[in-house]
């Protein structure tokens, strides 16, 4: 059976949102990386031959409205530091979800990390998956599953 | 019946998480405690006592693994039960955290429901728990 990495990672993104961060988010067609987004998280899932990368970017709209979600908060209470500690844990999960996929004891996954990237816009790498997301018809991230050697 | 909670994770949104599904659980909370690894939850149970104790795996400066082979060396916390709450998805490290002694492990994302018949389960509670969701790493 083949492993199809982008529907996969559709499926862990979706599977974590709606559970731990109550958004229903839908995936578009259009070529990942051509929205301006804010914030970063990421985290590396890694064996002897070869290292995987999970980013996702998001806007900051789409941050703050997943993190009062996840902390049962309202939105105005929100701080940076708690949408990145929140971007981290989506991360976090993603990554774990997709390793769970794999169905590969080998793989370790990483400790995550989440930064503010400043309203740019970003392209995926050639050898990269990329994949657009939204919410409610607004434009909410992306996300980046890239393979290279370890 | 209220529990003293330790809550060991190094993200303070998931501390925050887990402590709020517990209230929301029904889980009668005495004292909460937190610590952001292992280390610092060895340090606080050499002073206090809890009944029981939720943590990640992936923690920096002392991990999971570390954090309950060092609890059930201990003779002061040996038998306080742990249930990990975790992104783990290598079978063969979730094997060992049961070896070294866990309570068992629920995987991250979870719905509160899971978490409340997990716990339900390792502190012999029966009563007031919905039943008839899948809980992973119970050895009952």
Redesign the interface.
């Known amino acids: 059976m083949v492993f199809e990495r982008e529907q996969v990672l559709k499926d862990v993104i979706s599977?974590?949102l709606e559970?731990?961060f109550f958004a229903m988010v839908e995936f578009e067609d259009a070529e990942a990386g051509n929205h301006c987004f804010d914030y970063q998280s990421e985290i590396n899932l890694s064996n002897h031959d070869e290292r995987i990368v999970i980013s996702l970017r998001v806007s900051e709209e789409f941050a703050a409205m997943i993190?009062a979600n996840?902390?049962?908060i309202e939105e105005v209470r929100i701080s940076c530091e708690?949408m990145k500690?929140?971007l981290?844990?989506l991360v976090?999960?993603v990554?774990?979800?997709y390793?769970?996929q794999?169905n590969d004891?080998g793989?370790?996954?990483g400790?995550p990390t989440a930064s503010e990237i400043g309203s740019k816009i970003t392209h995926a790498t050639p050898e990269a998956v990329g994949i657009n997301f939204a919410f409610f018809g607004e434009p909410a991230g992306s996300a980046f599953l890239r393979y290279s050697p370890a | 019946m209220s529990y003293n909670i330790l809550i060991v994770d190094d993200s303070r949104s998931m501390r925050k998480v887990l402590l709020k599904t517990l209230q929301l659980s029904g889980f009668e909370i005495g004292e909460c405690l937190e610590a952001s690894n292992g280390r610092e939850a060895m340090d606080i149970l050499d002073g206090k006592w809890v009944d029981l104790i939720l943590s990640d795996v992936h923690m920096p400066v002392m991990d999971g693994i570390e954090f309950i082979r060092s609890m059930r060396d201990r003779d002061i916390c040996s038998d306080v039960p742990v249930v990990f709450v975790t992104t783990e998805a290598n079978e063969d490290r979730l094997r060992l955290l049961m070896d070294l002694g866990a309570n068992g492990y629920i995987r991250k994302p979870f719905r509160p429901e899971e978490i409340r018949l997990l716990l339900s389960r390792v502190m012999g509670e029966t009563d007031g728990f919905r039943t008839g969701t899948s809980v992973e790493g119970c050895d009952f």
């Open positions: 599977e974590v559970t731990m993190t996840f902390l049962g708690d500690d929140s981290k844990e976090n999960m990554g774990g979800g390793h769970a794999m004891s793989w370790q996954l400790i």
